[in-house]
C-alpha cells in the first residue's frame, strides 16, 4: 500500500472501455478575465469534480523549460547507480525523502519512485538528492509553481461549492506538498502490465505531469477504465480523498492506475496537496444539514499515515471506507 494513497479491491474494479467519452480540458488563463468569465470557468471545473473527479488543464502558466527540466531531473536520478540511489530506502512512512520500487526481488522493476515533501521548500529541500546536481534545482522550480497552480485550482472548486475561494485559506496557504517522481520501464514480453495498482490519492487535488501516456481513471458513468491522452504541455488534474470529506461527498475521489507504455518508458511526477500533517480535515459546516448530514469523521494526513501503518496486510478496507460514519 502506498503512502500517498489507498488500494482498491479487486472485485471492484471496472472493465476497460475502448470508446470513453472525451476529457474536459480547462484553460486555466480564463480565470483571472472578466467576472463572468471566470464564473463560467468555476462552473466548468466544479463540474468536472463533481461529475468525474478528473480534467486536464492548459494555459497553467508553468512553463515548458520548468516542466522538461523536472522530468530531466527525474530521469537523471532514477538512471544512478542502485547503491546511491538506495541511500533513500526506507520503510519508514515518515521519512522526509524516500526512495523505493514495486518489487522487493529486484526482478519485477515495474516502478521505481521517490517521494519527498517540498513545502515550504526551505524546510525540505536540505534533505532531498544532492545528486544529480540539477535535481533540488529544477525539482524545485518545479514544485514551487505547480503549487501555485493547485492553489488556483482549490480556490476556484470551494467557490463553485459556494464556500468562497478564501475558504480556510491559511490551512491550505500552511499545507503539505507530497512530491511523488516515478520512473516506469517500457513494457517488454513478459512484463506486468500494470506499473501501479488502482488507488486513490489522500489529499485534496493530485497534480499531475506524465512525460508519456500510461495513466487511465475510473470512468463513473460506464465503470470502465479510461486511457489519459496527455495534451501538450497540460497538467492532469484529479481529486483525492481529502477532497470528498470537506465536500460532505458531494465530490467524489477518482481512482486510477498506472500502466506501463509498450512503445517508450515514462516519468511521471506527481504534487499532492493537503493541508499541514497534523491539520484535521472535516466537513464544510456550511454542506451540512437535514437533508446531507455529515457522512465523514476529521482526519489528518498523520491519521493517514498511521492508518496505513497498522492495516499493511488489509487490502480490503481503504482509508477513505474508515472515515465514513454510520449509515452514510
Not at 89 to 95: G, H, M, N, V, Y
Not at 117 to 136: D, F, S, T, V
Not at 178 to 184: G, H
Request: hydrophobic share 35%; glycine share 6%.
Amino acid at each position: 500500500m502506498s503512502d500517498d494513497s489507498r488500494t482498491v479491491p479487486q472485485e471492484q474494479l471496472p472493465s476497460d472501455d475502448l470508446h470513453p467519452p472525451p476529457m474536459p480540458v480547462i484553460n486555466m488563463g480564463h480565470l483571472n478575465l472578466d467576472p463572468a468569465t471566470r464564473a463560467r470557468v468555476v462552473e466548468d471545473i466544479t463540474k468536472a469534480c463533481r461529475d468525474l473527479g478528473y480534467f486536464q488543464i492548459i494555459n497553467h502558466g508553468i512553463s515548458q523549460s520548468v516542466m522538461d527540466g523536472a522530468v530531466e531531473a527525474a530521469s537523471d536520478f532514477f538512471k544512478l547507480p542502485s547503491e546511491t540511489k538506495e541511500e533513500f530506502a526506507s520503510d519508514d512512512l515518515r521519512r522526509p525523502v524516500r526512495y523505493d520500487t514495486s518489487s522487493k526481488d529486484g526482478i519485477s522493476m515495474s516502478r521505481a519512485y521517490l517521494k519527498h515533501y517540498a513545502h515550504p521548500l526551505g524546510e525540505w529541500m536540505q534533505y532531498w538528492p544532492e545528486n544529480p546536481p540539477i535535481y533540488r534545482e529544477c525539482m524545485g522550480n518545479f514544485a514551487i509553481e505547480v503549487r501555485r497552480v493547485a492553489l488556483q485550482l482549490m480556490e476556484a472548486i470551494l467557490e463553485g461549492l459556494g464556500l468562497g475561494k478564501d475558504y480556510q485559506h491559511e490551512k491550505f496557504e500552511q499545507g503539505l506538498q507530497l512530491m511523488s517522481v516515478n520512473c516506469y520501464p517500457k513494457e517488454s514480453e513478459g512484463d506486468t502490465a500494470i506499473g501501479l495498482a488502482p488507488h486513490s490519492d489522500y489529499g485534496f487535488l493530485t497534480i499531475l505531469f506524465t512525460s508519456c501516456r500510461g495513466l487511465e481513471v475510473v470512468d463513473r458513468n460506464s465503470n470502465s477504465w479510461k486511457v489519459v491522452q496527455p495534451l501538450p504541455h497540460a497538467l492532469h488534474v484529479h481529486v483525492g480523498d481529502h477532497m470528498e470529506v470537506l465536500s460532505n461527498g458531494k465530490i467524489k475521489t477518482v481512482v486510477h492506475r498506472a500502466v506501463l507504455n509498450p512503445e517508450e518508458a515514462r516519468i511521471s511526477m506527481a504534487s499532492i496537496n493537503g493541508f499541514a500533517m497534523h491539520e484535521k480535515v472535516s466537513c464544510a459546516r456550511e454542506l451540512v444539514n437535514e437533508q446531507n448530514p455529515e457522512k465523514y469523521n476529521a482526519s489528518s494526513f498523520n491519521d493517514f499515515l498511521d492508518y496505513l501503518t497498522s492495516n499493511l496486510e488489509n487490502k480490503h478496507r481503504n482509508f477513505l471506507e474508515s472515515l465514513r460514519m454510520q449509515g452514510a
